[in-house]
């Protein structure tokens, strides 16, 4: 069994559609940020016992040669179609342009991301191998269009209550979300592509 998590359903909807078929293949959404990541993670592994795991969605660049939907993965675990990088987990939301220059300057990382090295201690002391897939929704070089990190409630999930009244303060702001959307549904969609080909030729 192969088991391959996502935080948010947007990210793992395409391949979903790719993998529904395949028995050996289990898809599970473990929610944004450390303390769901790992939660969902030992669940994950104790339900379905996978021999691999990977563990994918959306990266924020902080490399600015990385562009929108570019797949990448650990230096360290090459998977076909995905460029390596160095990647930072981060607490919370990369925001701005100045927030990702900061970030690559301090850890030398190429992409942020929120859940990966969490899951991947949860399954290294599982003693289960863990590989790190994820696809660029947002470059080095432009700001999100709005502070995700002030949309969250308490258990890391969006508001949209939140979310329509930031839209209602400002909605100037929404053409570059759904801008944002689109280019989520890119990455979403490449990311699909070389996962569906990394879980067919995994052992």
């Keep these: 069994m192969t088991l391959v998590c996502f935080a948010v359903p947007q990210e793992a909807k395409p391949f979903q559609k790719l993998v529904r078929a395949r028995t050996n293949v289990c898809v599970v959404i473990t929610g944004m940020g450390a303390r769901n990541a790992a939660r969902a993670a030992r669940e994950a592994l104790i339900t379905f016992s996978p021999a691999l795991v990977f563990t994918c969605g959306f990266a924020g660049a902080l490399n ?12 360290d675990v090459p998977v076909a179609g995905a460029k390596p990088a160095v ?29 990966s090295a969490i899951i991947a201690r949860v399954c290294r002391a599982a003693g289960v191998e863990c590989v790190t897939v994820r696809a660029i929704s947002d470059t080095a070089q432009e ?7 002030a949309l969250m409630t308490a ?11 930031a839209l209602l303060k400002a909605p100037q702001k929404i053409p570059a979300l759904i801008r944002l959307g689109k280019n989520s549904a890119l990455a979403a969609e490449r990311l699909a592509e070389v996962l569906d080909c990394a879980v067919g030729t995994a052992r």
């Design 64 to 75: 600015p040669e990385l562009v929108i939907g570019d797949v990448v993965c650990q230096r």
């Design 87 to 115: 990647f930072h987990c981060a607490s919370r939301v990369a925001v701005t342009v100045a927030e990702k220059s900061v970030l690559r300057a301090q850890t030398g990382a190429d992409v942020v991301e929120m859940e």
């Design 143 to 149: 700001d999100l269009p709005l502070d995700f990190n």
């Design 155 to 165: 258990e890391e999930k969006l508001s949209l209550f939140k979310l329509a009244l």
